[in-house]
């Protein structure tokens, strides 16, 4: 039988998503189901007087007002992303009676309909006493973060000898503003009671850790608590954690006796769920002539609010991406009043990319190197941080097969050489890098008397396609066809999985997979060779192969696996297995690497940046399905395209609250901002980071777009622009 794994077949959940059947987390037409909608405050900081429910609770079709004073007890969980309870933040629905952020939830009212319960939501009054807040780096209280996520301090060689030697530097700084996810999904709950047992239809990453937080935060079993989660519609890490919106879900239910659905505006996605963080990113590079890095220093600000640790850490990949003896990484916090920021698509490294290889580019003009030559000038073997090897990395080979497929050689050094007409073209490019994180995960494989496939996992389909590769990589085991394969995910009753996020679930879930089919496989062939009335009996376990449904082995009639299940009585059979990273991580450096290159089209008369054409080369290991991997990719580097030229979330300075709420004023990229992208895997597998070769790839695809996109604009107009979006008005009064 041909190899499944490898192949470019359809998603199997097209169909559902195409035809309109596919159901997510505000789908669920339960029976009485009600509404709840969250009161928020319109304030950025302040102290809660009163809250006057009483016109809320006597409006038509209203169940019910919970706040502060009427809410039940609620707990602390262990806010720990390693032991799968991670809150969005810290701070617990109706905690106290402090404001710390515009937006923040105040009330819940629950009514029949959605429309009542908005409108008795509008019957809210709530007294408060305002105060002036906090909204800007600079008015910010600064604070060194611990070490929940990621380094924030750094340090290796001599700063101060080395740049003193260096004879050719830059010290820049760039900013990059406050971004919001903006999945077309928005967040939703739906929870319905059972006695003492809950269940919720939940949009999330990450179905165990919900059901942990939940469980813990209502101070009840968590065996007692279960989270579906069938369909995401994209998340890019605002689903990652736990929001007030899961827990209000499950106490309103609780309260009124009844199902509860509360399903987040649009508006609201900018207030409730997370955001990425401004920044501020100086970079100081210290060089020789020969362009040999000799010091680089990365310096951060960024916003966190009142109540949540989170900060965007930018100087994560500055520590080995490049071969430098001196490196000083520092990473500051600035507590304001918004909301908490949260994990979004490569948190860290995207930003962190930006200002880098920003620097890098101009270093490279300055030395009138080569962008891509300074880059091998630097070029880190192994992993300069950790001391380690690589699992694998091929990033030469990206550098050179994007060169040849983009043209670069074509591209003429001095800005504004290229002119179409009264549009300046311009060429960049950027080094692309992700971690290739890995955590344990579960599988259960099964095999009916029908021949059919079960597979089931309590990970999720965030739209990245985990339900097709689970398919691939249980047909090819098994030898039957992906069509006989049925994918179980999105239950947190399901063999536990880590969250989708940090690009792991194809590391660490499809390993699983694959041990318990093979683990299924070899039950299978067991039953054949122990069977006296199996053409198979007496075989040896080598020598017998899986192809079409059956099992063979050479000179011997083959035997089909519903022939095995029914000689043996069986209507069923199944394997279990939890697969966890072992002693290689603590032995190897696990990192995808790439290449992006940008070409960009901009009018002289107008400032206005087209991205016209853009080409990807990454090393991501081996490929599962080539087509959800591009797929990847392409969203990957249209956010990026976003993030380069037009997203940014801008606040009211004087009252803290989001201005651009919503996706007429906060633009992203739609169709005719995309243009031609060419994506290529190396495809190399990394077989020490799993054994299925494969590391993840949902974020990789945005890092390195953005600086890409900016050093082109720089070589097109002669103008450099350091902080983000770079919109027309930045590029005004440019040389025509």
Same mark, same amino acid.
């Given at each position: 039988?041909?190899?499944?794994?490898?192949?470019?077949?359809?998603?199997?959940?097209?169909?559902?998503?195409?035809?309109?059947?596919?159901?997510?987390?505000?789908?669920?037409?339960?029976?009485?189901?009600?509404?709840?909608?969250?009161?928020?405050?319109?304030?950025?900081?302040?102290?809660?007087?009163?809250?006057?429910?009483?016109?809320?609770?006597?409006?038509?079709?209203?169940?019910?007002?919970?706040?502060?004073?009427?809410?039940?007890?609620?707990?602390?969980?262990?806010?720990?992303?390693?032991?799968?309870?991670?809150?969005?933040?810290?701070?617990?629905?109706?905690?106290?009676?402090?404001?710390?952020?515009?937006?923040?939830?105040?009330?819940?009212?629950?009514?029949?309909?959605?429309?009542?319960?908005?409108?008795?939501?509008?019957?809210?009054?709530?007294?408060?006493?305002?105060?002036?807040?906090?909204?800007?780096?600079?008015?910010?209280?600064?604070?060194?973060?611990?070490?929940?996520?990621?380094?924030?301090?750094?340090?290796?060689?001599?700063?101060?000898?080395?740049?003193?030697?260096?004879?050719?530097?830059?010290?820049?700084?760039?900013?990059?503003?406050?971004?919001?996810?903006?999945?077309?999904?928005?967040?939703?709950?739906?929870?319905?009671?059972?006695?003492?047992?809950?269940?919720?239809?939940?949009?999330?990453?990450?179905?165990?850790?919900?059901?942990?937080?939940?469980?813990?935060?209502?101070?009840?079993?968590?065996?007692?608590?279960?989270?579906?989660?069938?369909?995401?519609?994209?998340?890019?890490?605002?689903?990652?954690?736990?929001?007030?919106?899961?827990?209000?879900?499950?106490?309103?239910?609780?309260?009124?006796?009844?199902?509860?659905?509360?399903?987040?505006?649009?508006?609201?996605?900018?207030?409730?769920?997370?955001?990425?963080?401004?920044?501020?990113?100086?970079?100081?590079?210290?060089?020789?002539?020969?362009?040999?890095?000799?010091?680089?220093?990365?310096?951060?600000?960024?916003?966190?609010?009142?109540?949540?640790?989170?900060?965007?850490?930018?100087?994560?990949?500055?520590?080995?991406?490049?071969?430098?003896?001196?490196?000083?990484?520092?990473?500051?916090?600035?507590?304001?009043?918004?909301?908490?920021?949260?994990?979004?698509?490569?948190?860290?490294?995207?930003?962190?990319?930006?200002?880098?290889?920003?620097?890098?580019?101009?270093?490279?003009?300055?030395?009138?190197?080569?962008?891509?030559?300074?880059?091998?000038?630097?070029?880190?073997?192994?992993?300069?941080?950790?001391?380690?090897?690589?699992?694998?990395?091929?990033?030469?080979?990206?550098?050179?097969?994007? #060169?040849?497929?983009?043209?670069?050689?074509?591209?003429?050094?001095?800005?504004?050489?290229?002119?179409?007409?009264?549009?300046?073209?311009?060429?960049?490019?950027?080094?692309?890098?992700?971690?290739?994180?890995?955590?344990?995960?579960?599988?259960?494989?099964?095999?009916?008397?029908?021949?059919?496939?079960?597979?089931?996992?309590?990970?999720?389909?965030?739209?990245?396609?985990?339900?097709?590769?689970?398919?691939?990589?249980?047909?090819?085991?098994?030898?039957?066809?992906?069509?006989?394969?049925?994918?179980?995910?999105?239950?947190?009753?399901?063999?536990?999985?880590?969250?989708?996020?940090?690009?792991?679930?194809?590391?660490?879930?499809?390993?699983?997979?694959?041990?318990?089919?093979?683990?299924?496989?070899?039950?299978?062939?067991?039953?054949?060779?122990?069977?006296?009335?199996?053409?198979?009996?007496?075989?040896?376990?080598?020598?017998?192969?899986?192809?079409?449904?059956?099992?063979?082995?050479?000179?011997?009639?083959?035997?089909?696996?519903?022939?095995?299940?029914?000689?043996?009585?069986?209507?069923?059979?199944?394997?279990?297995?939890?697969?966890?990273?072992?002693?290689?991580?603590?032995?190897?450096?696990?990192?995808?690497?790439?290449?992006?290159?940008?070409?960009?089209?901009?009018?002289?008369?107008?400032?206005?940046?087209?991205?016209?054409?853009?080409?990807?080369?990454?090393?991501?290991?081996?490929?599962?399905?080539?087509?959800?991997?591009?797929?990847?990719?392409?969203?990957?580097?249209?956010?990026?395209?976003? #993030?380069?030229?037009?997203?940014?979330?801008?606040?009211?300075?004087?009252?803290?609250?989001?201005?651009?709420?919503?996706?007429?004023?906060?633009?992203?990229?739609?169709?005719?901002?995309?243009?031609?992208?060419?994506?290529?895997?190396?495809?190399?597998?990394?077989?020490?980071?799993?054994?299925?070769?494969?590391?993840?790839?949902?974020?990789?695809?945005?890092?390195?777009?953005?600086?890409?996109?900016?050093?082109?604009?720089?070589?097109?107009?002669?103008?450099?622009?350091?902080?983000?979006?770079?919109?027309?008005?930045?590029?005004?009064?440019?040389?025509?």
């Amino acid at each position: 039988m041909s190899a499944v794994i490898g192949q470019p077949i359809d998603r199997v959940d097209g169909r559902l998503k195409i035809t309109g059947a596919a159901q997510y987390a505000a789908d669920f037409a339960l029976e009485n189901l009600a509404y709840a909608v969250a009161v928020q405050s319109t304030i950025a900081k302040g102290k809660v007087r009163k809250i006057d429910t009483s016109a809320a609770e006597q409006a038509p079709g209203v169940l019910a007002v919970i706040t502060r004073a009427n809410a039940p007890k609620m707990h602390d969980p262990k806010n720990d992303f390693g032991s799968a309870t991670k809150l969005g933040e810290a701070r617990r629905l109706f905690a106290d009676d402090r404001i710390y952020y515009a937006g923040q939830y105040l009330a819940l009212v629950v009514a029949d309909s959605l429309e009542r319960a908005i409108e008795a939501a509008n019957l809210v009054r709530v007294d408060a006493d305002e105060a002036e807040p906090a909204v800007t780096l600079e008015q910010g209280k600064r604070f060194e973060p611990g070490d929940d996520f990621a380094k924030t301090k750094y340090k290796r060689g001599n700063l101060t000898v080395a740049t003193r030697a260096a004879t050719h530097g830059v010290r820049l700084t760039y900013t990059t503003p406050v971004e919001h996810h903006n999945p077309m999904e928005p967040s939703a709950s739906t929870a319905v009671w059972d006695g003492d047992r809950l269940t919720i239809y939940e949009a999330t990453q990450w179905v165990v850790g919900a059901r942990n937080v939940i469980a813990d935060t209502l101070g009840v079993k968590r065996d007692d608590v279960r989270v579906i989660s069938r369909l995401v519609g994209g998340g890019f890490g605002c689903k990652g954690f736990i929001w007030p919106h899961s827990v209000g879900a499950a106490i309103a239910a609780r309260h009124v006796k009844r199902p509860v659905q509360l399903a987040l505006t649009r508006q609201q996605m900018f207030t409730s769920v997370g955001h990425r963080g401004a920044t501020r990113q100086t970079i100081a590079l210290g060089a020789d002539a020969s362009g040999k890095l000799l010091s680089i220093e990365h310096e951060n600000l960024t916003d966190a609010s009142m109540v949540d640790d989170f900060i965007e850490r930018c100087g994560v990949i500055t520590s080995f991406l490049y071969d430098c003896p001196n490196v000083s990484v520092k990473n500051t916090g600035s507590r304001i009043n918004v909301a908490t920021p949260t994990p979004m698509r490569a948190p860290g490294e995207s930003p962190g990319l930006f200002a880098l290889e920003c620097a890098l580019d101009e270093l490279a003009w300055q030395l009138a190197i080569d962008p891509v030559e300074l880059r091998l000038r630097n070029y880190a073997e192994t992993d300069p941080e950790k001391g380690l090897p690589y699992s694998g990395k091929h990033l030469r080979e990206c550098y050179q097969v994007g #060169m040849e497929r983009f043209g670069w050689k074509r591209r003429q050094p001095v800005p504004r050489s290229h002119r179409d007409g009264r549009f300046l073209v311009g060429w960049g490019m950027a080094t692309a890098t992700y971690p290739g994180y890995r955590s344990p995960g579960a599988a259960k494989v099964t095999i009916l008397d029908d021949g059919s496939v079960i597979v089931a996992s309590a990970t999720q389909d965030i739209g990245t396609g985990t339900y097709t590769t689970m398919t691939q990589v249980a047909a090819e085991v098994l030898g039957v066809p992906s069509s006989r394969v049925h994918v179980e995910l999105g239950d947190s009753e399901l063999p536990p999985a880590p969250v989708s996020g940090g690009s792991m679930t194809t590391a660490s879930v499809t390993p699983a997979v694959k041990a318990a089919a093979e683990d299924l496989l070899n039950k299978l062939k067991g039953c054949a060779i122990e069977d006296p009335a199996s053409p198979l009996h007496a075989s040896e376990v080598e020598e017998v192969t899986a192809a079409h449904g059956s099992l063979h082995a050479p000179g011997k009639a083959s035997i089909s696996y519903t022939s095995v299940l029914s000689s043996a009585r069986l209507p069923r059979l199944e394997a279990e297995a939890s697969v966890s990273p072992g002693l290689e991580i603590w032995k190897y450096a696990m990192h995808s690497f790439g290449a992006q290159f940008s070409e960009v089209r901009v009018d002289s008369e107008t400032g206005e940046v087209r991205v016209s054409r853009h080409c990807a080369v990454l090393d991501v290991g081996r490929i599962i399905n080539p087509k959800t991997a591009r797929s990847q990719v392409l969203g990957g580097i249209t956010q990026g395209i976003g #993030m380069a030229l037009l997203e940014h979330t801008v606040y009211d300075h004087l009252h803290g609250r989001v201005v651009t709420n919503n996706l007429a004023d906060y633009a992203v990229p739609v169709n005719a901002d995309v243009r031609q992208i060419d994506v290529t895997f190396l495809g190399h597998p990394d077989f020490i980071i799993s054994p299925i070769g494969a590391r993840g790839i949902g974020e990789i695809g945005i890092t390195g777009v953005a600086p890409a996109i900016a050093n082109a604009i720089y070589h097109a107009t002669g103008v450099r622009v350091r902080d983000l979006p770079i919109t027309p008005d930045k590029l005004l009064g440019m040389p025509r």
